[in-house]
């Protein structure tokens, strides 16, 4: 099984409906992130938490939003979903130590289409 | 700040011949340096990273990659291509700590036989 899993793996959907991608990781690390990966653009960060009270915006936040339910979980939800959202997506985790050297470790991604 | 550039969106070699992916940074700190691989229909995958010490990494399927401080670049490469090695590949860049992580937009390797 893989360490990190994301659900769904393909989904879409129409204009104006809600969608949550959720993750969960079974590696014990502490911080969790939301990726976005657009074709030309590379990855882009939408939302990080290094612990479950902490939740932060990374560089394309608007009309994203997140929740982190427990250490091993972290969603990520789309309150009205619009076609410039379509993309995929990766959840990633990162070790929580002292001399953290930034590696991640990512989900297999989840294809969002929004028509 | 900082920042990753990756030269050439996409790459063609023929099997058998040598693969080089470009990449250039910059960060105000010592970096930690990685390259990440994307096979069709996959998540990314680390492919070797530098941290500290020896400037040449190697990593996984015969890939390696070289610091080089002076030319802020952190070149992937491979004498022989296989078919196999037909994927995306990235190029990241990170301070440490609690910063986040800068990605490169990417390479597309095509492996023509």
């Known amino acids: 099984d893989a360490d990190v899993t994301q659900t769904p793996r393909n989904r879409i959907t129409k204009t104006g409906k809600r969608i949550m991608l959720e993750c969960s990781q079974t590696?014990?690390?502490?911080?969790m992130y939301w990726y976005r990966q657009d074709p030309g653009l590379g990855l882009r960060l939408i939302y990080y938490?290094?612990?479950?009270?902490?939740?932060n915006k990374g560089e394309i936040s608007d009309g994203y939003s997140v929740s982190r339910q427990a250490q091993a979980k972290f969603s990520l939800s789309l309150e009205s979903a619009i076609p410039n959202q379509t993309a995929l997506y990766f959840c990633?985790?990162?070790?929580?130590?002292?001399?953290?050297?930034?590696?991640?470790?990512f989900g297999e991604g989840s294809r969002l289409t929004v028509l | 700040a900082q920042s990753v550039t990756q030269l050439g969106s996409h790459v063609s070699v023929s099997e058998g011949a040598l693969v080089l992916l470009r990449c250039n940074y910059s960060?105000?700190?010592?970096?930690?340096l990685f390259w990440y691989v994307q096979y069709p229909n996959q998540g990314l995958q680390l492919l070797l990273k530098?941290?500290?010490?020896?400037?040449l990494v190697k990593g996984i399927n015969g890939f390696e990659a070289e610091f080089k401080k002076s030319e802020t670049s952190f070149h992937l490469t491979k004498p022989s291509a296989h078919m196999s090695d037909a994927a995306e590949y990235f190029c990241?860049?990170?301070?440490?700590?609690?910063?986040?992580?800068?990605f490169g937009i990417g390479t597309k390797l095509q492996v023509i036989p």
């Open positions: 938490s290094f612990d479950v009270k902490d939740i």
């Open positions: 530098y941290t500290t010490g020896a400037t």
């Open positions: 990633a985790t990162s070790e929580d130590r002292e001399g953290n050297t930034g590696e991640l470790f």
């Open positions: 590696k014990g690390h502490d911080r």
């Open positions: 960060s105000s700190v010592p970096p930690y």
């Open positions: 990241a860049v990170s301070p440490g700590g609690y910063q986040k992580v800068t």
